[in-house]
């Protein structure tokens, strides 16, 4: 665990650069597609957990203007000073995703940008999740599976091995960006972590494929 957040605090400064560069700005369309699937509730508690640099709260935001401010939680205090100094609209608050500290059911919506592929203990920090949802609240994970469809296989088994790790190296660390490749690759299919995440409690609404399942969407409720 120490190790994937020191990894995060090293690329902090060209982590969005490198986010927008590699996804050649779908990273942005992503998170805005997710935001459009959840509910927006007046003083909604949310919580962008893993939530880095703050880009997902911060397309929440534009969208339900009536929420509270969102917290911004992740363990990488340096992805959250990135956060701090982009808006003040964030709150930012440093804590690991299994061990959240806030009470039970206190929180609306939770956001979740490509951080529960990064978690050892998935099991725990979806149990953590459901813990602090409120009953009716949303969970929405966005995150690039194990890739299924023949376009995410071609472009993350054989394209994304090279081309990845070699744009890391030219602009950030390149071996963070050869262990973004791994994380893929061995990270559960969508349908195999909305199972955990009902395990977990949860209810799933729906699972949502992007430009070809190079990411997905999966939205749950605490019913
Ligand atoms: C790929 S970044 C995603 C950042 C942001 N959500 C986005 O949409 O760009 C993953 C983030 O998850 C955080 N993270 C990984 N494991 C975590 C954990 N156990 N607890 C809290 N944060 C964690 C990392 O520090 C990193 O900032």
Redesign the pocket.
Known sequence: ?AK??EM?NQIHKRYDML?HLMSAGR?IAW?KACCKKLPQKKEAVVL?L????G??SLSYLKRAKNCKLPIV????EK?LGVAAKKSSDLVPVQ????QIPLANGSVDIILN???MR??QNLDL?LSEAFRVLKKGGYFATLDFFKPEKKIAKLFYQRISPLAIPFVGMLFSKRNAYRYLVISILSFLNPVDYAAKARNAGFTLRSISSLDGGLAHIVICEKK
């Open positions: 665990m994937i957040r995060f986010n990273d998170r962008d893993c939530g880095g640099t880009d997902f939680g992740d363990f990488a992805m804590m690991d995703a299994t940008g490509f951080g990064n978690i920090a």
